[in-house]
């Protein structure tokens, strides 16, 4: 059962803490909570991804723990490794000592390095679990998450199975730089968040910038989708659109015309052909 009483419900809470959803965005949630399913959230950078995680912590209360995902991720920095040091430490204090002995005790919880995938599945208390960027990795690390997205456990040869104690809620993102497993996929529920449209953008900017003009943040946003339209290496995301929002703030600016455009096009822009491309557009358009 989700501790939320509907979809409007999520949404009004996520709300509450500045996140603003649209149906989708609420009803996956809403259907995760309620069917203790795993979220693979894809999109483009900077579309609120990984901020969907941390409001959905807030809302919840639980605490946030994140695995980010790189290339050349392994077992021992997503799930655990042994303290070596200290393992070794203890075989020298008990040099001569039945090696049996020794064996039994360094191969104990005292001993072992929890990782954010084992830290989730042992928490006392529920948590948000964000595995962020999950494409980066290779498809040898993927799989190791499988058992923990179907039976929310861990498998530790020297222990054994450890099973979680409270379920986590698993949101995955993707920026969809590769293609996942149909295993993977399977596994979870899915939410693709593209840009918004320049009415919930507008939104999202008054929301994060408080004390931005709506006038402004109208145009902003249409600025923004404009600029989207166009053949770029990267289009601007909400992030970088909020942050431009907050540049046009602190210089005092109250109008988006070309020349403000021009001005301030390096902090949603972050590609040199990017920035001469819409320069040009908003040269021609003029």
């Not at 795993?38 to 946030?64: C, F, H, N, S």
């Not at 208390?125 to 923990?148: G, H, K, W, Y």
Request: glycine share 4%; with cysteine; hydrophobic share 45%.
């Amino acid at each position: 059962m989700s501790q939320f009483e509907s979809p409007a419900a999520l949404a009004a809470a996520l709300r509450s803490v500045d996140y603003l959803p649209d149906e989708r965005i609420a009803q996956v949630a809403y259907l995760a909570d309620a069917l203790g399913k795993p979220i693979l959230v894809e999109g483009p950078a900077g579309v609120g991804k990984t901020e969907l995680a941390k409001a959905l912590a807030t809302i919840t209360g639980r605490d946030l723990i994140r695995l980010q995902c790189y290339e050349g991720l392994d077992e021992s920095r997503a799930l655990y490794e042994w303290n070596y040091k200290k393992q070794l430490l203890r075989i020298q204090a008990d040099e001569g000592s039945d090696w049996s002995e020794i064996a039994g005790d360094i191969f104990s919880e005292d001993f072992l390095l929890a990782r954010p995938l084992l830290q989730a599945i042992r928490s006392e208390q529920p948590v948000v679990l964000l595995i962020d960027e999950i494409d980066r990795v290779e498809m040898e690390t993927e799989a190791l998450l499988l058992e923990v997205l179907s039976d929310f456990q861990v498998s530790i040869p020297e222990l054994g199975t450890v099973a979680a104690k409270t379920q986590p809620m698993v949101l995955l993102t993707s920026n969809n730089t590769r293609e996942l497993s149909e295993a993977l996929k399977r596994r979870c529920l899915f939410l693709h968040i593209s840009y918004p449209t320049p009415e919930r953008e507008r939104e999202i900017l008054m929301a994060r910038v408080p004390d931005l003009p709506a006038k402004l943040a109208d145009e902003i946003a249409r600025v923004a989708r404009s600029v989207r339209a166009m053949d770029l290496k990267k289009s601007p995301s909400v992030s970088e659109t909020i942050d431009w929002a907050r540049t046009l703030l602190a210089l005092g600016i109250e109008h988006v015309d070309a020349e403000v455009v021009a001005d301030t096009v390096h902090v949603f822009l972050k590609y040199q052909t990017d920035i001469d491309r819409a320069l040009k557009e908003f040269a021609t358009s003029e």
